[in-house]
Every structure is written in structure tokens, then in C-alpha cells.
């Protein structure tokens, strides 16, 4: 099974090093593969930090997370909420 959903990033430093490790252990926290694609359409593991950090989220942009797996789409909604809670730090 396979779900789907936009998240616009609200942190006022983007998806930068703290929103991004807290993304990658949310994932970590499932059996799931999560794809991310940023709103220039440059996708990235979910699993992965590295990857994450690489799309350059900003402040505002849009972000689509894809996932794979039974359950996914409690686990998207999950993956959005820790997104959506990002804060500057």
C-alpha cells in the first residue's frame, strides 16, 4: 500500500539539521520506505539525514511524503504532524 500527502514547512530555518534528524527517526521508527520530494520535484530517502538535509527545504515550501508499506497511511500522517511541529532550533 502506498500514501501520499503534501506538508508545507513552517519552521522558520526549514527542514535544516534538528526538523531533518527528527523526520529520519520518525521514519526510523517504522518498516516503512518514505520517499520525500521537494516542491523542484528533487526527491530523497525519508531514512536517510543525508538526504534529507540535501533538498534545502526552506521556510514555506511544500514537501510530498511518500510511503510505502502496510499501515502507510498512519504512518504519513505521523511523518506530516512531526513536520508540521518543527521549530527553529
Do not use: C, Y
Amino acid at each position: 500500500m502506498i500514501s501520499s500527502g503534501k506538508v508545507t514547512v513552517t519552521a522558520p530555518e526549514g527542514l535544516h539539521a534538528r526538523p531533518a534528524a527528527d523526520f529520519v527517526r520518525a521514519v526510523g521508527l517504522s518498516a516503512h520506505q518514505v520517499k520525500i520530494t521537494n516542491q523542484e520535484g528533487r526527491s530523497a530517502d525519508g531514512s536517510s539525514i543525508l538526504a534529507v538535509l540535501s533538498l534545502g527545504v526552506k521556510q514555506g515550501q511544500s514537501l510530498e511524503i511518500e510511503v510505502t508499506g502496510d499501515d502507510s497511511a498512519k504512518v504519513l500522517s505521523a511523518l506530516i504532524a512531526v513536520v508540521s511541529r518543527a521549530k527553529q532550533g
